[in-house]
């Protein structure tokens, strides 16, 4: 039995060590919000932070994850109090089918701790790996500068 | 109770005439609106909601509402074509406004004042003496037993508080909190999963299978085995998938006669027909084909070869479905375009009978046509049915996904046209190729579709390639310009070679098609010296289309002061703009592209800089939807026209995977303005697949423009933009 913390919250888990922590978070944590794509590290739908840097998990054993900090999409804000990127997406419709929001999301998170206040360009280059195919993108973009300006004035 | 459908409802009205099958006042506060159209992504709910909360005055966020399911009414068939504001929502229109006319009646008794008096806000009724009641009072979960009237009075558009405005996206809140349930998704309880071992060479037979080896896993419940389907069901998700992949070592596929490799495809797509239809007045006959025949006045004629490669639909999400086999009855749950079609496929397929299947909507990943979703469905059927009770959620790999779904087919248009001694287009001609991209599972005959169905021990048979003669139907979709020239003579190709299975895909026949047509345009405006802009109006007397034409080039010359302040420009880097029209089908929205690029000399590639879009699609329902879906097309079509092709050799597709499949990135989609024209007199169109067409054409021209080169083999990669750049003059 594995011990990961999620979201803030330490789960005992009985999933084999080698067991893509992606499959551990969807089944049996019932955390469904972080998407299989491809399983093959090429498409982002999975992403999610690890100790807070972005990390594909479709691949990623359990046992590289126990131990470390995961944060995924459930983690980031509540319906009642979303966080400031969802809330920006929410205002920005900055989605058409919503499969890849979720991975674009945590990674956009890791972005604005890093760099609170990004360009377009930078926004554009550090989502390069989440691959949205509705054409959604600009919208994307939009919303993340807006969660940018609302966290960087006050 | 049947009733004959009174003579001017809409379509989806006469098929589904009660009231009660499209609005529901629920026992309190919320309204149910029903639709027998699925949310693919487009936003189709909340158009539908905002034009049902429109004509009942309520408020948008009090209305939910219910997709397709094959048990239940409406029955809409399918979500194609861009028809859900057309059909539904002018269904879901008069529906609501008989409701609501209903609602007033009522509240005129209990209020004891004259309908005309009374007002409404958010469902409650005021008469002017202040007392009022609302709708739930009223007629909160009941029903209304009557058919919807004709005679129901919409209101007009300058009534209007809430169509035509921006809408917010009613599922959206749940999809950014990760609280949307994707087929993909679904969990009950005893639920096994399961995964298809099926190989990247279409129609190869399962020749050997040793399934000991897979069997014998550790939570491996069943191998499924059925002619050649073949496929593994497990207690958790990773063991179903390490079990596929050792099964897939242990298995052994072949095909009867080799698989046609990709070269000379586009050859082969002219040289080996099923037939030749010319159309007249837009609709493919069985006529002789005409011959190209250029009037005396012609002076200068041009022809010229477009080619699109297949192109994949290529869902983020693979394809999925849910299905459970109990008391001879079967449940799936799918991310079909057409539930109400799938599950009489099923039915047919697994000899059960059509009552006994039941296919219910979930939604999935944006699916821009027909993509995986029906196949994975029948396959979750065959995996269920296997074991009785327990639900099944099976899921395709990308590498099924990518190998296994109908892609859009490949094209060829062979264009000529011919201008008289003042530039004007005196003749026409387009001969569009084509396998159908009408690849959909139909309920009857002996063929069937889909690929379990074909791979089954007692196989059905693939269809047979059939010409769809139907104005606007897939290979001469928008074939027909809306070009005022004296002659125009349009030809569509059935092409019997047929390598990969196909079907349809976003816009259908419209994307190449538009692509002949707007690259020719610009090839005959160069040739005469003509300003390509200047040029289309000459030809265009539809003033629509010459409002999107003019407000597009506008806008994109206004987003950098018509040039002023922009760089110089760099040799190694030239730039030039280019435009396209169409307008979708011929009758539905309207939309010109322009947009900017730069070709990087050092690594041949284009790089898009900036786009913009005029929209004309009659009455804006939602304003941000639509916007949406335009920009998300033009995105889409870009990646089509810069890198997007599908792969294969003798041994199968090649193209299994993001690597050798790229499609465009958040670094490469450039910014998109977008400007609609808004005619609130005009009936609503559907615009999901109106800027596809435009698109690679107004980047062929773009290219044209910056480099004087001329691509028409699509995509644009680098290597082609290094041959034609560095091809003998």
């Not at chain 2, 998700?237 to 006669?257: G, I, K, P, T």
């Not at chain 2, 264009?415 to 003042?422: G, H, N, P, R, T």
């Not at chain 2, 033009?634 to 026209?641: H, K, M, N, R, Y």
Request: charged share 25%; net charge negative.
């Amino acid at each position: 039995v594995a011990e990961l913390e999620v979201n803030g919250e330490l789960h005992e888990v009985g999933a084999a060590r080698e067991t893509p922590l992606l499959y551990v978070l969807r089944n049996d944590l019932g955390l469904t919000g972080t998407k299989l794509g491809c399983a093959l590290e090429q498409c982002g739908a999975c992403t999610v932070l690890l100790d807070g840097e972005p990390r594909m998990s479709c691949r990623l054993p359990l046992a590289e994850a126990t131990g470390r900090r995961v944060l995924t999409v459930e983690g980031l804000g509540t319906r009642e109090a979303p966080h400031p990127l969802q809330r920006a997406f929410l205002e920005e419709n900055a989605a058409q089918c919503g499969y890849c929001i979720a991975g674009i999301l945590v990674r956009a998170k890791a972005l604005l701790d890093r760099n609170p206040d990004p360009s377009d360009r930078e926004v554009r280059v550090a989502l390069r790996d989440n691959l949205c195919r509705c054409g959604a993108h600009n919208r994307v973009v939009r919303a993340v500068l807006r969660a940018a300006r609302k966290e960087t004035t006050p | 109770v049947s009733e004959a459908p009174p003579a001017g409802l809409p379509r989806s009205l006469e098929q589904n005439p009660r009231l009660d099958d499209w609005i529901r006042i629920d026992a309190a506060d919320t309204v149910t609106v029903r639709t027998g159209k699925v949310e693919l992504g487009q936003g189709v709910l909340t158009a539908l909601a905002m034009i049902a909360a429109e004509e009942l005055d309520v408020a948008l966020a009090r209305i939910k509402v219910e997709v397709a399911d094959s048990a239940g009414r409406p029955n809409e068939m399918m979500t194609v074509g861009s028809m859900s504001i057309e059909l539904s929502g002018a269904a879901l229109r008069l529906a609501a406004a008989h409701a609501r006319a209903l609602l007033l009646q009522a509240a005129s008794a209990h209020l004891k004042a004259a309908v005309e008096e009374l007002s409404v806000e958010d469902g409650r009724v005021s008469a002017p003496g202040g007392s009022s009641v609302d709708y739930w009072q009223l007629h909160g979960g009941k029903r209304w037993d009557c058919a919807v009237s004709a005679s129901a009075r919409p209101k007009r558009p300058e009534e209007h508080r809430l169509v035509g405005r921006r809408g917010q996206r009613l599922d959206l809140l749940d999809k950014l909190l990760g609280a949307s349930r994707f087929v993909a998704d679904l969990s009950v309880p005893g639920m096994l999963h399961a995964r298809v071992v099926r190989p990247a060479l279409p129609r190869a037979r399962l020749v050997a299978c040793e399934a000991e080896r897979a069997s014998a896993l550790s939570g491996v419940v069943a191998v499924v085995r059925d002619g050649s389907f073949l496929a593994v069901v497990a207690e958790r998700e990773e063991q179903a998938s390490h079990a596929a992949q050792v099964l897939r070592e242990d298995a052994r596929f072949e095909r009867d006669a080799p698989l046609a490799g990709s070269e000379g495809l586009h050859a082969r797509l002219a040289s080996n027909l099923v037939g030749s239809y010319p159309l007249v007045a837009g609709v493919p006959t069985e006529q002789p084909v005409p011959p190209i025949d250029p009037p005396p006045a012609a002076q200068r004629t041009l022809r010229a070869t477009y080619t699109r490669p297949y192109l994949m639909h290529g869902s983020i999400g693979p394809s999925a479905a849910l299905a459970l086999f109990e008391h001879d009855e079967l449940h799936v749950w799918s991310s079909s375009q057409g539930v109400a079609l799938l599950a009489p496929v099923i039915a047919r397929v697994l000899a059960l009978p059509a009552e006994a299947v039941r296919v219910s909507y979930v939604e999935s990943a944006g699916c821009y046509g027909h993509n995986g979703s029906d196949d994975a469905a029948l396959d979750a059927a065959l995996c269920a049915r296997q074991l009785p009770g327990r639900p099944v959620l099976l899921k395709w790999t990308r590498g099924d996904e990518h190998a296994g779904e109908p892609y859009g087919p490949a094209m060829r248009v062979d264009a000529q046209a011919s201008l008289d001694a003042e530039g004007r287009v005196v003749d026409w001609n387009h001969d569009v190729y084509s396998t159908s991209h009408m690849g959909r599972a139909l309920p009857f005959g002996r063929s069937c579709a889909l690929i379990a169905a074909q791979q089954l021990a007692t196989p059905f048979p693939a269809p047979r390639p059939r010409p769809a003669l139907m104005p606007q139907a897939g290979i001469h979709r928008n074939a027909d310009p809306l070009y005022a020239f004296p002659r125009a003579r349009i030809v569509k190709h059935l092409s019997a070679e047929a390598p990969l299975r196909t079907s349809s895909l976003r816009s259908l026949g419209a994307f190449t098609n538009v692509f002949a047509i707007e690259s020719m345009i610009d090839e005959l405006a160069a040739a005469s010296d003509q300003d390509p802009v200047a040029f289309r109006l000459l030809h265009l007397r539809d003033a629509r289309a010459r409002a999107v034409i003019e407000a597009a080039v506008g806008l994109l010359a206004d987003g950098d002061g018509n040039g002023a302040g922009r760089p110089p420009a760099d040799p190694q880097r030239p730039r030039g703009r280019g435009m396209a029209f169409a307008r979708y089908e011929n009758y539905k929205c309207y939309a010109a592209v322009c947009v900017e690029l730069e070709v990087d000399l050092a690594s041949h590639a284009i790089h898009l800089l900036r786009a913009a879009i005029a929209a004309d699609a009659g009455q804006v329902i939602d304003l941000d939807g639509l916007e949406n879906q335009l920009e998300g097309g033009f995105v889409q079509a870009a990646s089509w026209t810069l890198k997007e092709q599908v792969t294969y050799d003798e041994r199968g597709v090649t193209s299994l995977d993001w690597a050798s499949y790229p499609i465009l990135t958040f670094d490469e989609v450039p910014p998109v303005q977008t400007v609609i024209l808004d005619r609130p007199g005009e009936p609503a169109r559907g615009a999901g697949e109106a800027t596809t067409g435009p698109t690679p054409a107004a980047i062929a021209n773009a290219l044209f423009a910056a480099t004087g080169i001329r691509l028409r083999d699509l995509p644009f990669t680098p290597a082609r933009v290094r041959a034609a750049l560095y091809a003998a003059p």
